[in-house]
């Protein structure tokens, strides 16, 4: 086969390895990157799960402190977990239980120890997060399909990507050098800003 044909044929699978997946490829992007700030817009719509200090220079209560401050807002609740976020400026997760077999989620101000508010079972982040990995597709017998589906979805970016290596020999030195071509037309030199 010649080297021209051969090209010719790597270019054919490269392009149309993106067609029969690009809408779902877009949907997996697009719920990753809602997924990946999800925690921000929480933090920006609920003004219950920001945490604020009363005062310049306070620290954090420690553990103890806020399950004795829990205890006494609360004294019929068991508290089964509390979940510190990474970040100073959100509110503590603390998952209890009472007696009549109810379970909540609390925001609790790591500052204060004051309850701030309670978290919905199934949240916008858990929701960013279950559609991006799994579809939101129910589990049935231990698995999700849209799991599965989801995981697929690497065998052809990895092929995309080897024969995007093949096509575009040498890409790396349009990183290293950039050529703008602005005397030659909008569509030139939209492609060389794009490549």
Known sequence: M?????????????????M??????LIVCVTGTLAVVSQELVWLAK???????????????????????LHS?????????????????????????YPDTSVARLY???????????????DFRQFTRALHGWWLVPFSNGYSWGWYLVSLLGLPMLASLVTGLV???????GFLTPRLRFDQGARIFWGTFTA
């Open 2 to 18: 010649p080297k021209k044909s051969r090209s010719r044929l790597w270019f054919l699978v490269h392009s149309w390895l993106a």
């Open 20 to 25: 029969p997946i690009w809408c779902f490829m």
């Open 47 to 69: 003004p219950e799960v920001r945490a604020s200090k009363t005062e310049a220079g306070q620290q954090r209560m420690g553990y103890d402190q806020i399950v004795s401050r």
């Open 73 to 97: 807002a609360q004294p019929d609740a068991v508290i089964s977990a509390i979940r510190r976020p990474g970040e100073d400026h959100f509110a503590l997760l603390v998952d209890v239980s």
């Open 108 to 122: 609790v101000n790591p500052y204060t120890g004051a309850i701030q508010g309670r978290s919905s079972s199934f």
């Open 167 to 173: 096509v575009y020999k040498r890409f790396w030195k």
